[in-house]
């Protein structure tokens, strides 16, 4: 089993600005990846962030706009920038051990204003 | 159509009765998921399961290959069960993407 933290929390941010939120696990993993949870909708995959390489992004989500780090196998970062509205979500991160199962971080609430 | 459906949307019942909440897809898979959600967004692992039936508790979940759908059962439900419960699948073993259902909100009333 992992058990994920996630810092921050919650955050209100302003309209521009940009979010880091951490990713921490408690064992090594070998995927972690970042999900993004609009208001009454179900989760959508942001990227996998792998370990020593670019993160693998799905389609509608860029670089640019979710920069990701992976430095090692407990821990990662999503950071959300140029922040606006439709940003307002909840962010989670996942870890895969392996055949299938995934952990999931207690997320992040951001709120844009 | 989605790949992965779940019914019903929201399902309000008392306190005692047995849940029922299905998910079907239409998808190849090699696992299916079924998670929950609480109010402050964190998300809890129930079951993984690629055949069979899984229990756990008061939670038991099955699953059809042949027909791709899952059920999740809740006996003795309690308000503390009060969640939104998601069902998703893993396309391939060893693929860790999965892709999710819109949720089932429910709500227990004492």
């Known amino acids: 089993s992992a058990v994920i933290s996630q810092k921050p929390s919650r955050d209100i941010c302003q309209r521009g600005t940009s979010l880091t939120i951490q990713c921490q696990v408690d064992s090594q993993v070998t995927m972690m990846f970042w999900y993004r949870q609009q208001p009454g909708q179900s989760l959508t995959l942001i990227a996998t962030?792998?370990?020593?390489?670019?993160?693998?992004?799905e389609s509608g989500f860029v670089i640019d706009k979710f920069p990701i780090s992976r430095p090692n196998l407990t821990f990662s970062t999503l950071t959300v920038s140029n922040l606006s509205p439709e940003d307002s979500s909840i962010y989670l991160c996942?870890?895969?051990?392996?055949?299938?199962?995934?952990?999931f971080g207690p997320g992040t609430r951001l709120t844009v204003l | 159509k989605n790949e992965v459906e779940q019914s019903p949307q929201n399902l309000t019942a008392q306190e005692g009765e047995f849940i029922t909440i299905n998910c079907s897809y239409s998808v190849g898979i090699s696992a299916l998921h079924w998670l929950q959600q609480h109010p402050g967004g964190g998300i809890v692992s129930l079951f993984m399961?690629?055949?069979g039936k899984k229990k756990h508790g008061r939670l038991i979940a099955t699953i059809n290959i042949q027909e791709k759908h899952s059920s999740l059962h809740i006996t003795a439900s309690h308000p503390r069960d009060s969640a939104v419960y998601i069902c998703a699948v893993s396309p391939n073993f060893g693929n860790e993407k999965l892709t999710f259902g819109t949720g089932t909100r429910l709500t227990i009333i004492p």
């Open positions: 399961l690629s055949s």
């Open positions: 962030a792998n370990q020593g390489s670019e993160a693998t992004y």
């Open positions: 996942s870890a895969g051990t392996g055949g299938s199962w995934q952990f």
